[in-house]
Every structure is written in C-alpha cells, then in structure tokens.
C-alpha cells in the first residue's frame, strides 16, 4: 500500500462530510481518482472539499452551479467519473 502524503491525508478526512450523500460521492471519487487527476485538478478539488457542505450538495444534486469555472468542471468530472 502507498503512503499518503499529508495533503491526501487532509483530503480523505475533509471527504468525510456531514452528509452521507457527499460521503458516497467525494469518497470514492478519493480513493479511485484523486491519484490520476493533474496538479491542476488536484488544487481544484481541494479547493472543491473545502467548500461548504449544502454548496457542494447543490453542485452534485445539480440543482445549482458553482459560480467558479474550475469548480464547475471539478464538480462534472466527479459526477462523470463516478457515472461509469
């Protein structure tokens, strides 16, 4: 098994959510993907799990969308990843 660094440490906590809805989306997505996105979508998603917990429910409902382009994109590219 791979060491994880501090920063994916920080992450995998910060996937835990206050709702199990976002705990089933931003898990996985952790532990299937995070190793494989770029540097850029790296800081991306750290910026995505630090949001807010009702913001990031709305994004991944898609009952709203993130004001930020590069949140949007991160949020599709979870849902697209998670969808195959």
């Not at 206050?18 to 800081?43: A, C, N, Q, R, T």
């Amino acid at each position: 098994m791979t060491e994880l660094s501090a920063e994916e440490r920080r992450l995998r906590w910060h996937c835990r959510r206050g709702l199990k809805e976002l705990d089933v989306i931003l898990g996985p997505f952790m532990d299937e993907h995070y190793p494989d996105l770029s540097p850029d979508d790296k800081i991306l998603f750290a910026r995505l799990v630090d949001g807010e917990d009702m913001d990031l429910f709305n994004w991944f409902m898609q009952q709203e969308k993130p004001a930020d382009p590069g949140l949007e994109r991160m949020v599709e590219l979870i849902l697209a990843r998670l969808a195959r």
